[in-house]
């Protein structure tokens, strides 16, 4: 039989987080459990000792203490941010998959035990040596995985709380359950939720990466004493712009004087991805540039001096929209069970990269991904366990990309696809091989399956240099027909089509 892990969403700064691992470890129910990690205040740049959430932290540190007194545990004396930490334990578990458990074991501990900043590369370093790992390079592309826990976790029925545990049953756990619950949710799945107050009460910080001038922001921040947000402030338009893509932000507020012809609104509207409002103000009494700005693509225009007492309510305002809207974007392009594009994204990104790769005369690749016999897996294990190997396999698809702009997407059922830009048939080919061994690797029995013992897939390749005579459904008809022969060829297998060249 297929495992089927419980997932637990947890993150490395909280102590319900912590205390839980170490209960199932205790328990042996490590090794059963999928430990992703996210973070619970994702906007925030740095480690904090802001004393109102260290206040909280020791009232979730008593808390702990009370529930869970066979756990050692001290109250560090700071909140560390967890971005690079989850990156390191990704690198592990995919470099040194037997190292996982190590590693965040003793990330954890240098935290609860040994009062470490775990922010620092310098901790993180000394870690994988203790475990007898070289230094590790992280690469970029890991952070997509990281991004998709995130949604998930957050588009999830979690309440936004952590720890979050969750069965493929869709079933939820909230919280440090005691050593009974764990066992009945995690072996039995069963579920008891004697303990669900106990989750991390530490409430994200929404950022808002800000561009002004010294006078406003000295007034911002004298103004901002209560309030949840995060204000990262920049010099430079430039630096606010990187600082965009790098952080998403959930608003971005712009003195006008520091850009007096909007453009930041045209190269952030460019950017189909990015969806934060910009804020334009004025901290004078000069005549407004209102019209053009909202012309431009702004999302409001503050007069400051006017609007000084309710300036952090409308900024509210816009942030819930926003996030509101996202939970919509999400929802409309992403594929629920699997987290990956949905057919319409992906339509939508071949449609945009088409039309680019025309204009750079470049080529454009395509794989389509299709389980072998699939039918005779959910007819022989059940659908529960057939949705779990989409799971898996979908996860599988996205750790063999290595350049961020490509796409990996689910067009439906058990077939899915890769779209690679700017790439060339040898390039193709190597990717399709790493995806028979990634998948090959995951191992997952099936017994009735023709092709072999494991679960497999055929792949299906097509490319073509982007061309007004030609478009994407071509392409994608050309992948189909290679994949229609890799299937009459054993499956298990790939198959190349490429299509004629353009005419002129
Ligand atoms: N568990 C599960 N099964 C799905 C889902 N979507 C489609 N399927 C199943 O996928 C199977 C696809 O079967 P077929 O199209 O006959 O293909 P196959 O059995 O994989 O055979 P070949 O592709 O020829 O190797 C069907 O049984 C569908 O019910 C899903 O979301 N979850």
Known sequence: MPDH???????????????????????????????????????????SNDPKQLDLLKTEYQLVLKRAPEIKIINPNLIPNTELANNYLLTIMQQYP????????????????????????????????QINIKPLSLPQKFDNKLDSWQQLWFH????????????????????LQNAKSLNNFIKLGIKNNNENNNVCGFKAKDRIDILCLPDSEATLISLSENESFEMVFHNKISELFKSTIKHHPCLILVESKLDMQFSLCSRINENQNITIPIIYFQNSTFESQEM????????????????????????????????????LANHAT??????????????????????????????????????????????????INGDEALIKVASALELSLFRADDL??????????????????????????????????????HAKS???????????????????????????????????????????????????APTY
């Open 334 to 383: 992403h594929d629920p069970l699997t987290g990956l594009f949905n057919r319409r994204e992906i339509d939508d990104f071949l449609e945009r990269n088409w039309r680019n790769a025309c204009r750079y005369k470049t080529e454009i690749g395509v794989l389509i991904i299709d389980i072998d016999y699939f039918k005779d897996y959910n007819d022989h294990y059940g659908h």
């Open 98 to 129: 037997e190292k996982t458990h190590m590693f965040r074991s003793l990330a954890y501990e240098a935290l609860w035990l040994n009062n470490l900043d775990i922010s620092e590369k310098s901790i993180l370093e000394s870690i994988i040596e």
């Open 156 to 175: 999830g029925d979690f309440d936004l709380r952590i720890p979050a545990l969750t069965n493929n049953r869709g079933e939820v756990m909230l919280g």
């Open 5 to 47: 892990k419980t997932i637990v969403y947890a993150d490395f700064n909280c102590p319900f987080c912590y205390v839980l691992h170490q209960r199932l470890d205790n328990l042996g129910l490590l090794n059963k459990v999928n430990w992703r990690v996210i973070q619970h205040a994702p906007g925030a740049s740095s480690s």
């Open 292 to 327: 053009q700005a909202l012309y431009m693509g702004a999302s409001d225009y503050l007069h400051f001096p006017q609007q000084k007492n309710s300036f952090f309510e409308r900024l509210k305002v816009h942030v819930r929209y926003k996030k509101r809207l996202d939970i």
């Open 408 to 445: 990996v997407g689910r067009i439906g059922g058990e077939e899915f696809i890769v779209v690679v830009n700017q790439t060339q048939n040898q390039s193709l080919l190597t990717l399709a091989q790493r995806i028979h061994d990634k998948i090959s690797a995951i191992n997952i029995p």
């Open 450 to 500: 023709k092709a072999s013992k494991k679960l497999t897939v055929s792949i299906g390749i097509a490319i073509s240099q982007a061309h007004a005579d030609n478009n994407y459904h071509m392409l994608l008809e050309y992948a189909d027909k290679a994949l229609y022969f890799a299937k009459s060829n054993g499956r298990n297998t790939s198959e190349f089509a490429q299509l004629p």
